[in-house]
């Protein structure tokens, strides 16, 4: 048996390199293979499930559970309630989590899962309807359930065509379809996903505002438009944000200065101590509302030549803030 810890001659690693190569090839041509095959039965599928009163309840053994959970979390996240229910914990009590509203999403390749068959007539006597994601058009499941979706694959990426590879790769894609395809139809918009995902670095990008982590008070560089440059770089370099805040007596934005406006002061000017920093500001600078999503203002500065800050403004230019990267990083929206 050869050592997997010590490096293999260079034929076997090419070989390794194409069989992985082969894998991906067939399970991209099983996914696009079930473009053809969406129909009538998926837009089906679609309004059952949008138009139930109760929840989808995905169901599913060994290799296709996996590829359940994965799409109740899917279908749950992106607004259509759903959750799994293990076909073998089922004949045991978890029956009792399915009403007569719900629908059931049973997942089988072979469609012949003794699991998923024993309870069947169960689910079927409670009135939930059945959508059933098998390979095979004419297997038992298939055909009891209310609505079939053919999910069948030419072969499996196995090299003995025995592990579920492709096929399951074809089922989770089409359990996939049907997760946007319905958000889409629900009108499922960011600040519903946002809800749905409150913790981690996903929740803090679509639910922290730029007013949540902007800096404010003195911690915001400003200086009056007749201050001498001397007082404004003092200002800049005393706030630490490479920039001051030029504003008028009633606080209103006039410009800003900042350290490559300095950099391009020197450049023209061999004497600036009698320089007003408002003859060497940028003025109009670009600006971020206090309620838009600290995620645009990380966009902004990503793509435009900002220096790295943003000035915050109310609708009339009133300064209220200022807004750095390393602000954004430290509240993890970066």
């Known amino acids: 048996m050869t050592n997997l810890l010590h490096p293999h001659p260079l034929a076997d690693a090419e ?39 109760g929840r989808v309840v995905v169901t599913g053994m060994g290799k296709s559970g996996h590829v359940g959970r994965k799409i109740a ?28 509203d719900d629908v059931v999403l049973a997942i ?9 068959q024993r309870v069947l007539p169960i689910i079927k006597r409670r009135g939930a ?35 579920p590879t492709a096929s399951t790769t074809a089922s989770l894609a089409l359990g996939d379809a049907l997760a946007v395809a319905l958000l889409e139809a629900r009108g499922f918009k960011s600040d519903d996903f946002a809800l749905h995902h409150p913790g981690g670095a996903l929740g803090r ?68 101590r009698n320089l007003r920093v408002e003859q060497v500001m940028t003025r109009n ?17 990503e793509k435009q030549s900002l220096g790295g800050r943003l000035v915050v403004l109310d609708p009339d230019g009133l300064l209220l803030g200022a807004l750095t990267f390393h602000d954004l990083l430290a509240a993890g929206v970066v």
Not at 240 to 263: K, S
Not at 285 to 301: F, G, T, V
């Open 15 to 53: 070989r390794f390199l194409e069989l992985a190569r082969g894998v991906l090839e067939i399970e991209a041509d099983a996914v696009r293979a079930l473009q053809g095959r969406l129909g009538e039965a998926f837009l089906q599928a679609l309004r059952m499930m949008l138009e139930t009163r």
């Open 73 to 100: 979390s899917t279908l749950a996240s992106t607004g259509t309630p759903a959750f799994f229910m293990h076909p073998g914990e089922a004949s045991h009590g978890d029956l009792g989590m399915i009403t007569a």
């Open 108 to 116: 089988s390749y072979s469609g012949e899962s003794e699991e998923i």
């Open 129 to 163: 309807k059945v959508i059933a994601i098998t390979g095979r058009a004419q297997s038992t499941l298939a055909r009891q359930a209310d609505l079939h979706l053919d999910a069948a694959v030419e072969k499996e990426a196995c090299p003995l065509n025995l592990a």
């Open 205 to 272: 990008r679509l639910l922290v505002h730029v007013a949540d982590i902007m800096r404010t008070g003195d911690k915001v560089p400003t200086s009056a438009p007749g201050d001498l440059l001397p007082q404004a770089i003092v200002e800049m370099t005393g706030k630490g944000i490479g920039m001051t805040c030029v504003v008028d007596p009633g606080g209103r934005l006039l410009g800003i200065f900042t350290d490559g406006d300095l950099r391009r002061t020197l450049e023209k000017h061999d004497f600036i």
């Open 285 to 301: 600078p670009r600006s971020i509302a206090p309620d838009r999503l600290a995620a645009e203002a990380a966009q902004m500065l």
